[in-house]
């Protein structure tokens, strides 16, 4: 049975220890074979043997864990998907911030009016109800946690700020605990209002912060227009886009977005493409052209035939592969879930030991100075920035790669790309446009009774109904020139060599010279412009009429105006390309001169590219090597490669086998994958970087490290400041990853 993928939202996760325990359980239920739970996109990606668990059953293992978790209805469309997590994004955010609001303002009010001699049980109350209204999810969650053997971020803050607020609640009721034996009765009930504020404060930062991180998934899903002009029996009104089925006709005015994929049928215009293609010339459209929904109409008004719909469309097809990306793991992420497995119990051991030091070391108020030093471990010692440091350089990297037109289907592959030595571009469609076109008629000198226009009228007709595309380009020349092309009588392809028949009366032979020479015609009158087409790297297409040779038709297929440009672009990177082709070497060598590729593996099959590609591979001790192709006849070149890039269209997104798609056939789109991939591994460097280094250095002075050297403690509502402020610093410094020029 072939293994199925399932993602499943997962509520009430709040830090990397949250994610990590959820993930853990999954890997070890039977039939899960890989399993990612990320806390940025608040979900649970498992692949899994459906004959021996169901998703259900996967849901029930992630509830068994204290956390939430449901499965999409069937079908559901991943752009109305999108817009529901958005909107709870939304609520979550304001949440945080009128709590925040409303602790900050009453933890203030206190902390000032404390000279005042406000009674300290009114400060209890007070206290009571913060925590039982914007602190409440810290204690119900970490009890849940505890109550699954487990602890997280929550078990942290509940620990400390509950810790104080009974310790304050003994000093109020029976301070003679604490006078008795010498010691000041002291309450904390402020520290726990202002500490629950700024940790709420973090929140809402960090929630305002991840929403600008998912901005261009918004503004993709925010494409889609609600409403459709639909035409039926001649009348045209509105329709919801849900309620459109395949087959309507669709009017389309200047300045509007076309509301879903079809083909125009009627009309014609130019459309802006650029949310799919990163192109930001607009493409001109006209019956029978496909376009895409969500893409910008610029100028003429057009009629559309609707053609796929709801989660089949292009435009949910991209937000699905986005949303993959963002909820797939870079190998990165691993350093930080180990350390988040054992972070908490080892601060919780922490905040022990150094209540434990001050009671013994401290010179005067011992417990008092050690219990907010514990305090301050607890509060101090947040995985959040370990469990963000990863996945939010992911999401801006491929929202960031999606705006130029590169999708990237995981974390794996943004990591991987960055490492690449080796590119490896395919010859037709990659390097060149893989549409032969005609570029020079050469006439025999012998044929002065035939001009160059009837004999292409001749060829043309009798290569209409062939599929080829060197015919495909003959025919393209007659219709550019306004020739009449007829059918021909009679037709017969010759595989391999190229094509005869009777057009208008007249026997025509058209293909390479071995197709003429098995006719018993001579070549020799078009040999010396057949040598000169060669030479070209274009292909000559010799035509005999009536028995005598007439002319020869050069083919070729252009290279890319962009191919140049990006093979000196990853050239200065450091990297080697070479061009793989299954076409001749004289042919190959000549496009690769043309754009500056100094190695050529020319006349390889299909399946021998498998192997080339593996041999690059292994060269001088082992090689990263990514392959660039059409991703149809290279798809199993580009499974073999380490990073496999596919040159899409903007109605042809979901190359299975490409790790990348290039939704546009620039090339220098390659460089600009990589220079993302290295900015992105570097970014997440230095998020992990200054996480850990953020807990190595505060952990020892919320211990009171400095307390020996300089006097200097650090009050537990400092600490929440400098735990929120860790956080929100690893999104911020992710964010950049926005502005990262490309091109």
Same mark, same amino acid.
């Given at each position: ?22 993930? $853990? ?5 039977? =039939? ?102 914007? &602190? ?15 602890? %997280? ?53 960090? /929630?305002?912060?991840?929403? $600008? ?5 918004? *503004? ?11 035409? @039926?029996?001649? @009348? ?10 395949? =087959?309507?006709?669709? !009017? ?33 459209? #006209? ?5 895409? =929904? ?38 990165? #992420? ?11 119990? +080892? ?16 010179? #005067? ?11 301050? +471990? ?26 130029? &037109? ?31 076109? +005609? ?56 595989? =391999? ?16 010279? @071995? ?30 009429? %009536? ?43 000549? +496009? ?29 001790? &082992? ?26 269209? &903007? ?6 086998? /490409? ?8 090339? $220098? ?15 997440? $460097? #230095? ?31 400092? *600490? ?8 929100? !610093? ?7 990853? @926005? ?5």
């Amino acid at each position: 049975m072939t293994a199925r993928s399932v993602r499943i939202p997962v509520t009430g996760m709040t830090c990397a220890a949250c994610s990590s325990r959820v993930q $853990r359980v999954l890997k070890k239920q039977p =039939g899960v074979t890989d399993a990612v739970v990320n806390l940025m996109m608040h979900d649970a990606t498992i692949t899994f043997d459906p004959t021996t668990v169901t998703p259900d059953a996967l849901v029930a293992a992630i509830v068994d864990t204290g956390y939430g978790a449901a499965l999409a209805p069937p079908g559901a469309n991943p752009i109305a998907e999108q817009e529901a997590r958005e909107a709870e994004a939304v609520a979550e955010f304001q949440g945080f911030r009128r709590k925040a609001i409303v602790s900050g303002v009453l933890g203030a009010l206190l902390m000032v009016a404390m000279p005042l001699m406000i009674p300290t049980w009114v400060q209890g109350l007070l206290s009571l109800a913060v925590m039982a209204w914007a &602190g409440r999810h810290f204690y119900v969650r970490a009890w849940a946690a505890l109550r699954h053997r487990a602890s %997280d971020m929550n078990t942290l803050i509940a620990v400390g700020t509950g810790s104080a607020f009974l310790y304050s609640v003994v000093a109020t009721v029976a301070p003679d605990v604490f006078t008795s034996r010498g010691l000041d009765a002291d309450v904390y009930y402020e520290a726990v209002i202002v500490i629950i504020a700024f940790v709420l404060t973090g929140n809402a930062f960090e /929630a305002r912060a991840k929403t $600008r991180t998912a901005s261009a998934l918004r *503004a993709l899903v925010h494409l889609q227009p609600k409403l459709a002009r639909v035409v @039926r029996d001649d @009348r045209e009104f509105d329709l919801p886009v849900e309620q459109v089925v395949s =087959g309507d006709v669709i !009017s389309v005015r200047p300045g509007e977005r076309v509301p879903v994929d079809g083909r125009v049928v009627a009309g014609e215009s130019a459309v802006d493409e650029s949310m799919v293609t990163g192109e930001s010339l607009p493409v001109a459209k #006209q019956p029978g052209d496909l376009v895409v =929904g969500g893409t910008l109409n610029r100028t003429g008004a057009f009629r559309l035939e609707a053609t796929t719909l709801g989660a089949d469309s292009v435009l949910a097809q991209i937000v699905e592969l986005m949303r993959d990306a963002q909820g797939s793991r870079a190998p990165l #992420q691993q350093l930080a879930d180990q350390v988040s497995a054992v972070f908490v119990p +080892v601060v919780m051991v922490l905040a022990l030991l150094t209540f434990g030091i001050w009671v013994i070391a401290a010179d #005067q108020a011992a417990v008092a100075r050690g219990f907010a030093a514990a305090v301050s +471990v607890l509060i101090i010692a947040c995985p959040c920035a370990m469990g963000l440091a990863v996945p939010t350089a992911v999401m801006v990297a491929t929202g960031r790669g999606a705006e130029a &037109g590169i999708l990237i289907k995981g974390g794996e592959t943004l990591q991987r790309a960055g490492e690449v030595q080796t590119v490896v571009l395919d010859k037709t469609g990659t390097v060149t446009e893989g549409q032969p076109v +005609v570029t020079a008629i050469t006439m025999a000198e012998g044929a002065r009774a035939w001009d160059e226009a009837t004999m292409l009228g001749l060829v043309a007709s009798l290569e209409s109904v062939s599929e080829h595309p060197l015919a495909e380009s003959i025919v393209q020349a007659a219709r550019t020139r306004g020739l009449t092309i007829s059918t021909p009588e009679q037709f017969a392809s010759l595989t =391999g060599r190229g094509a005869t028949g009777v057009v208008r009366g007249h026997r025509v032979v058209v293909g390479n010279a @071995r197709c003429l020479d098995e006719a018993g015609l001579s070549v020799v009158p078009l040999a010396d412009a057949a040598e000169r087409a060669a030479v070209q790297a274009h292909t000559p297409m010799f035509v005999a009429i %009536d028995g005598a040779p007439v002319a020869l038709i050069a083919v070729a297929d252009p290279v890319k105006a962009s191919a140049r440009d990006a093979v000196a672009r990853l050239t200065a990177l450091g990297i080697e390309v070479v061009m793989l082709t299954g076409d001749t070497r004289r042919t190959a060598d000549a +496009v690769a001169e043309a754009v500056g590729i100094r190695r050529v593996v020319a006349e390889v099959v299909p399946a021998g590219k498998v192997a080339e590609i593996a041999r690059l591979q292994q060269e001088r001790g &082992g090689r990263v090597v990514a392959m660039v192709g059409d991703g149809i006849n290279d798809a199993p070149a580009l499974a073999q490669a380490d990073v496999g890039m596919a040159i899409g269209t &903007g109605t042809d997104v979901a190359v299975q086998a /490409a790790d990348m798609v290039l939704m546009r056939g620039d090339l $220098r789109r390659v460089s600009d994958a990589i220079r993302l991939s290295q900015a992105t591994t570097a970014t997440m $460097r #230095q998020n992990l970087f200054w996480a850990f280094l953020y807990n190595v250095v505060m952990l020892p002075i919320a211990a009171g490290a400095l307390y020996p050297a300089f006097g200097l403690r650090l009050n537990p509502m400092l *600490a929440s400041a400098a735990m929120a402020c860790s956080s929100v !610093s690893v999104v911020a410094n992710s964010l950049r990853l @926005r502005r990262l020029r490309l091109s």
